[in-house]
């Protein structure tokens, strides 16, 4: 665009020199995922991003090579073909990743993971959750800590994309006063098995006397024999009763179940989202603008001390 003035019975021959840019392209890519990155010709990323999605700009015509990229999703490579003056949209349809990621912490001071029956690692308390890397879909998750209930269950894990989980781990009920009456009931047990043999020997033993005629009225045998009966009898008795109660104190569990709970599903984080970047601090000129500010007319008042005293000096360019 220009103005020219226009002079009354006067031809007027105009001259115009476009530039290289009116006869370049425009490309805008685009994509499924807002924010996706894009190089040009560049399929290595050996230089700059080109721009994240949706992006466009002027482009030499020819062939080109487009590459649009994801955290979480499959590389897009396609090729597009552009004339001179030429405006063309390309569109990419990102696919997520046939993997996801687990990050899991536990309630309690050491767990060990285990998916589908592999070994995973393991976790600390204070540590940074666990991260595991694990192919989409449903898989059988295990965490097991000493001392606590382990945990055992599904879960499904999402394409592309990370799952929060924090395991709770209950701990195991104590078994002690089970363990203690077994012991009891077992002792019980064998004192009056024995009791019971020793009563059925005396038995024995006085009935073939008698049927010899050797037996003595006064022979205690048979009194022993009966003690020892009676002593078997409540033997087991005892050792039922306290078989029954170790029984179920070993089956009665009045705590719950370790459990597993999830947060929000995350994408994969983008580390191109982190890149560091210079800035100046606040209300202080750029080299570039402060070279503009003393290019031209400018006054300073600096405050100066000695041991002779001080003063101000004034100084600038006009």
Known sequence: EAEMAVSAGHVHQLKANLSQGRFMAFLRVSSNVLGAHVWIDDKKKEHSLWGDTPHGELVPGGKHDVLVEAPGFEPSLSSVELQHGEQKE???????VGYGVLRIDASAPEVKVRIDGQAKGSWRSGAEPLEIRFDAGEHRLTVESDGRKTFDGKIVIPRGQILPLHVKMIPKYPRGPAWTQAIIGA?????????????????DQVKRDRENGSLEASDERATRGKWFAAGADAGFVVAGVLGGLATYNFIKDPLPESSVSQDKVLEFEDPLKARPAARFAPNQPSQQNFAALRSGPWLELTPQASSSGGGLVLGGTF
């Open 187 to 203: 002792a019980f047990l064998g004192a009056a098995i024995y009791a019971g043999s020793e009563s059925n020997r005396l038995y």
């Open 90 to 96: 390309l569109e990419a349809q990102l696919v997520r």
